[in-house]
């Protein structure tokens, strides 16, 4: 159980930081606490009592050695033990202080707890995943969330794959940190349309068992890197599906990173891809500008639209009688982000190995790039 009393920590700019302080004699609680560090990638440091303020090092013990200048203010989370808490009562008060324990049953904690200024009273084990979370936060230093970008097509051969790989490509050569998700098990791969069906990293039957907390910073480490970029693909084995707890878990590690991440999805809505939607901020339903496309696409913005509250509507050319791209929207009820250019030789640049959007001055890279304009004052600034 965790109960928040006052403020959360503040937000941290990018970028690893150095691990929690600890503080407590209990020998018990330390290895728990040790434990649940351990599952956060992080090292904490490790004091008795209050640690002095000349130095970091100060009344360490074993456990951590890191060091963190200032000690007990400068430290990014402080967790308590219960036992320890007379001993930093006459610290100085800061946000980013936990006190745990394990009684259940003790109301004295609460008092305690005000006495040195915690911002949470936790209980062990029920708030073990609660804490670990939060250390893994000030660890890796957990600022904006990523710009989240779904894309999927309104019927199959729409182009959406072609268009997630350009969006990742061009907000790539823009400098921002871009992570491309692939989520439809049978679509090829993207790490194929990228031309790094070889390149050495992790899949996604790597991480079917992944549940809880996962490492933004090793989830990145651990995936190809292909044109500048981290792409999160499909090996070619009989594994076509992974956990939606695994889905989850793994979004979310790839948004705490910031910059962007793009999400090839398929046409259809199971649990895994709910779980997807769910942490979208725009989703793209790519159509192309003939009358069977959009009815198709209807059915599935109606599903994806069950989940996902900021659809829009991106046409592809060319155009069928009667319709352009403002028709098409208009038929689907839906906004309009805009037409999706046909860009010449795009065919022969994915034989050769170049991705969509690798021709800055193409038409499919300018209207990935204008798109990124847009969504950057749309969020305020969120890449």
Do not use: K
């Not at 084995?237 to 707890?245: I, L, S």
């Not at 059915?299 to 009688?321: E, K």
């Amino acid at each position: 159980m965790a109960v928040n009393i006052t403020h959360d920590p503040p937000p941290t700019a990018g970028g690893r930081r150095g691990g929690p302080m600890i503080v407590t004699e209990d020998t018990e609680l330390l290895d728990d606490l040790l434990r649940l560090c351990a599952a956060a990638g992080a090292t904490p440091e490790v004091h008795h009592s209050l640690p002095a303020v000349s130095g970091a090092s100060a009344g360490g013990t074993g456990g951590g050695t890191s060091g963190h200048p200032g000690g007990w203010e400068a430290a990014p989370l402080v967790i308590v033990g219960d036992d320890a808490a007379r001993r930093v009562r006459g610290a100085v008060r800061r946000r980013g202080v936990v006190l745990v324990g394990r009684d259940q049953d003790d109301s004295g904690v609460w008092r305690r707890a005000v006495e040195i200024g915690a911002d949470h009273v936790l209980m062990l084990p029920d708030g073990e995943q609660w804490l670990v979370d939060r250390i893994a936060d000030v660890t890796e230093g957990v600022g904006r969330p990523a710009l989240t970008v779904g894309v999927i097509g309104g019927r199959g051969g729409a182009g959406a794959s072609t268009l997630a790989c350009a969006l990742a490509v061009t907000a790539a050569r823009e400098g921002i940190r871009s992570l491309l998700v692939d989520a439809d098990p049978l679509g090829g791969g993207l790490d194929v349309l990228l031309g790094g069906e070889t390149a050495d990293g992790l899949r996604w039957p790597a991480f079917a068992a992944s549940h809880g907390r996962v490492g933004g910073g090793a989830l990145e480490e651990s995936l190809p890197e292909l044109h500048a970029l981290r792409v999160l693909s499909w090996d070619r084995g009989d594994c076509v599906a992974v956990p939606a707890q695994a889905v989850r878990a793994v979004l979310a590690a790839a948004r705490r990173r910031g910059g962007t991440v793009v999400v090839d999805l398929p046409r259809r809505v199971d649990d895994g891809v709910a779980e997807v939607l769910a942490q979208l901020d725009v989703g793209l339903l790519v159509v192309p500008a003939e009358l069977r496309a959009v009815a198709a696409a209807g059915r599935v913005a109606t599903a994806v639209g069950m989940v996902l509250r900021d659809l829009r509507v991106a046409v592809r050319g060319p155009y069928a009688s009667g319709l352009d791209d403002r028709e098409v929207a208009r038929l689907l009820g839906l906004p309009l982000a805009g037409e999706v250019p046909v860009e010449s030789g795009l065919l022969r640049a994915t034989e050769s190995r170049r991705p969509p959007g690798t021709s800055a001055r193409g038409p499919l890279a300018r209207f990935c790039r204008e798109f990124w304009d847009r969504a950057l004052v749309e969020t305020g600034g969120a890449v």
